[in-house]
């Protein structure tokens, strides 16, 4: 059964310093790899989809990378915002079947400080 | 596209009620899920449809719990009858065939049952 893993489960820093979440995947035959987003009280926001046979994905201040081998993902935010204060989750796909339901991590819940 | 629609974003009823969730898919995916989310357990998937028929129901924690998917732009999330322990904020999402496009969250139903 797969299990995914964030850490840390918290995080807390300054306005405009880099950092970094990590996660990792108990089992390393993913389809895809997706970091979301959640507000409090809102839904998930996807971030960066990454496939199986991509190495990282980009979109502005973030960068995903993933090392399926090893079975691990981070996700890289540069010049944090306190706008970017948020639950960030990783999520993994198999590759078994037609099946495509992902398997959550339990979060990171990232403060940014003014 | 408006992006997945679900319906009520709040529901609050007594203990033995029925309870019924909406869910509106992004017109051409093929793939939709339901998940629920609690503090305790996180994300988890209750059951997913492909092309309207259910594949995996294993995650429906009663048979209390049932749902259905009578056409491609319409799903329903039903307990019956209703438990305090399943309040929880409860999630639709769909995806394309393939799922190498990732998920799109719907903005959830936060239920609370008193």
């Known amino acids: 059964k797969q299990e995914v893993t964030q850490i840390p489960a918290a995080l807390s820093v300054p306005e405009g310093e880099n950092l970094v979440l990590n996660c990792s995947f108990t089992d390393s035959a993913i389809y895809n790899l997706q970091w979301f987003r959640q507000d409090p009280g809102k839904g998930l926001t996807s971030l960066l989809l990454?496939?199986?046979?991509?190495r990282e994905q980009t979109s502005g201040r973030l960068n995903a990378s993933l090392d399926k081998s090893s079975g691990r993902s981070t996700l890289y935010i540069a010049a944090s915002q306190p706008g970017d204060s948020a639950t960030y989750l990783c999520a993994v796909s198999l590759s078994s079947g037609s099946a495509r339901q992902l398997t959550f991590g339990s979060g990171t819940q990232l403060t940014v400080l003014p | 596209d408006a992006g997945v629609i679900q319906s009520p974003r709040h529901e609050v009823t007594e203990m033995g009620q029925e309870v019924t969730l909406r869910c509106k898919p992004i017109?051409?995916?093929?793939?939709l899920f339901w998940y629920r989310q609690t503090m305790m357990r996180g994300l988890e998937l209750l059951i997913y449809?492909?092309?309207?028929?259910?594949?995996?129901d294993s995650g429906m924690p009663e048979d209390r719990f049932s749902a259905k998917m009578p056409n491609a732009s319409f799903s329903t999330l039903k307990i019956q009858p209703s438990e305090p322990r399943d309040s929880a904020v409860y999630f639709c999402?769909?995806?394309?065939?393939?799922?190498?496009?990732?998920?799109?969250f719907g903005s959830g139903t936060r239920l609370t049952v008193v």
């Open positions: 017109s051409g995916h093929d793939y």
């Open positions: 449809f492909n092309n309207n028929v259910p594949i995996d």
């Open positions: 990454i496939q199986s046979s991509q």
């Open positions: 999402a769909s995806s394309p065939a393939g799922g190498g496009y990732g998920y799109t």
